[in-house]
């Protein structure tokens, strides 16, 4: 009896053992996990992920500007930040937080508990991509998140082609003003969209209002939520939108790094397409 029980305890570990996933995550660190029933989410757009593969029910925690997951998810904090007692007491197989709060907080305190984490930080839509095929694998979600992206590529497929590219840029930020950045997500779907981010510098650099007006972009993204603000903070700024050269657009539909994005795409997409005989800006 006691052979009988210590054999079959040694099977059940092969088996969990061959369950366990060495998945790499996006600060390039190997995240061994099995399938995992409880996750804290810290980031939006991982929470929208989770919501289009189907996983919404096992996300225990979220952050500040996630839509609340499931009726017994519980805020952990303010995006960008986390409140560790409120985490601990969830009891998660896993913590999924972006780069930025990662090298902010560390993870070392998560660690010493067993608390397994996945960084979070796509840089492009082919990341975006894997990063779903990865939370597919994390949540048993496997069949679905490969039925999304195959939905996702074929709304690619049906995009505009633009031979004649736009110089663009992507306000994230007026006071001060903040762009998005040559390696940002964003860059590479105002790519895919068929324009041309003109930021050189990596990151989320800022600018003047000044140098973009000599720059003269042949249009000018805007987080639609900085409507308001845009004309009363930098009038400068209405330069760019008296020559009809402004995009407001729903920044929920272009600076989460999900599949959702690809409204954004679409949405830029077909206004570069309307707008490509506007000639005024347009990069050489």
């Not at 053992?17 to 390039?28: F, R, S, Y």
């Not at 709304?155 to 040559?182: C, M, T, Y």
């Not at 930098?234 to 994005?261: C, G, Q």
């Amino acid at each position: 009896m006691k052979r009988s029980i210590i054999a079959s305890l040694f099977l059940l570990t092969i088996v969990l053992n061959a369950l366990a996933l060495n998945i790499k995550d996006d600060a390039d660190r190997t995240v061994n996990i099995s399938k995992a029933n409880s996750i804290v989410v810290l980031s939006p757009a991982a929470c929208d992920i989770f919501e289009e593969i189907g996983a919404s029910s096992l996300i225990v925690g979220y952050t500040d500007y996630a839509k609340k997951p499931n009726s017994r998810a519980v805020n952990v904090g303010a995006f960008g930040t986390f409140n560790i007692e409120r985490i601990i007491a969830l009891k998660p197989d896993l913590v999924i937080m972006p780069k930025f709060t990662y090298e902010r907080y560390g993870i070392n305190a998560l660690n010493a508990l067993g608390i397994k984490v996945f960084v979070f930080e796509p840089q492009n839509i082919e990341g975006i991509i894997k990063d779903v095929n990865k939370f597919g694998l994390i949540t048993g979600k496997i069949d679905q998140a490969k039925n999304q992206i195959l939905n996702f590529k074929r709304e690619l497929d049906k995009l505009h082609h633009i031979k004649q590219k736009p110089s663009v840029v992507f306000l994230v930020w007026l006071s001060p003003i903040i762009v998005a950045g040559n390696d940002t997500f964003i860059s590479n779907a105002i790519s895919v969209a068929g324009g041309q981010n003109i930021i050189k510098k990596d990151g989320w650099p800022e600018v003047t209002s000044e140098y973009l007006i000599e720059k003269n972009p042949t249009f000018l993204i805007v987080n639609s939520r900085l409507k308001s603000d845009f004309f009363k903070q930098n009038k400068l700024l209405n330069y760019f939108y008296k020559k009809h050269k402004v995009l407001f657009i729903d920044n929920t539909l272009i600076e989460r790094p999900s599949l959702n994005i690809i409204k954004g795409i679409k949405i830029l997409n077909n206004y570069f397409y309307e707008n490509r005989n506007n000639n005024s800006g347009w990069q050489r």
